[in-house]
């Protein structure tokens, strides 16, 4: 046989290895991109679901928000904005869980809600968003406007309290900027997911 009657069965053999080592590249895009898309395709699902829940724990978020009297699709934002309603979500500063509380602040408001503390709790999506759900109550007690409220669950009370002491930052008691990017933006996303909200689920908010 000569030279020229391996070629075919050798290009091909060439061509099948760089599709396994590379994925779908040959199509312009890798598993890694793919994934991406993917997971961006749920997102937006999660905002347009036509189904009667908008996540696995509707159920945690309604009962947290009748205790304190609260829309639960407001609770619903906050969750899918922190984590994607990822009961395993670990921020790099160290927010776990789906409402994202930092482990000393699950442990305080362990404390204050009577929930038998453990530190391995925090990923417990019930115990998570009682926290949660508390901490949120214990901010808007505070504040009684919800994007100061959104602001300081986001970056913290005390910083919220730094802010408003600012005149360049706020008037009468309001926020009229926010100076840390992430957190204007935070306010920004939560406001817009509890509005998509509250018309997908036909929640009448009493405000």
Not at 69 to 78: E, G, M, Q, S, V
Not at 109 to 136: F, H, R, S, W
Not at 169 to 187: C, H, M, Q
């Amino acid at each position: 046989m000569k030279l020229y009657d391996y070629t075919y069965p050798l290009l091909l053999l060439f061509l099948f290895a760089v599709f396994v080592c590379k994925g779908n590249s040959l199509f312009g895009y890798s598993p890694q991109e793919k994934n991406a898309e993917e997971e961006i395709e749920a997102v937006q699902y999660i905002y347009v679901s036509p189904y009667a829940e908008l996540s696995y724990y509707d159920h945690h978020f309604r009962e947290a928000a009748d205790s304190i009297n609260y829309d639960w699709t407001l609770i619903a934002a906050i969750a899918f904005t922190e984590s994607r309603f990822d009961s395993t979500a670990r921020s790099s500063a160290g927010a776990t869980g789906v409402m994202q509380l930092m482990p000393a602040t699950f442990e305080w408001a362990c404390g204050k809600t009577g929930i038998p503390y453990n530190k391995d709790n925090i990923t417990n999506p019930e115990m998570n968003i009682q926290c949660g759900v508390y901490y949120l109550s214990f901010c808007y007690d505070q504040f009684l406007i919800w994007d100061t409220v959104y602001a300081a669950y986001n970056a913290g009370h005390s910083q919220v309290r730094k802010w408003l002491s600012d005149e360049t930052l706020s008037k009468n008691g309001r926020l009229t900027d926010i100076p840390f990017a992430e957190t204007k933006a935070y306010v920004s996303r939560v406001s817009q997911a509890r509005e998509k909200y509250i018309k997908l689920m036909e929640v009448d908010t009493n405000e």
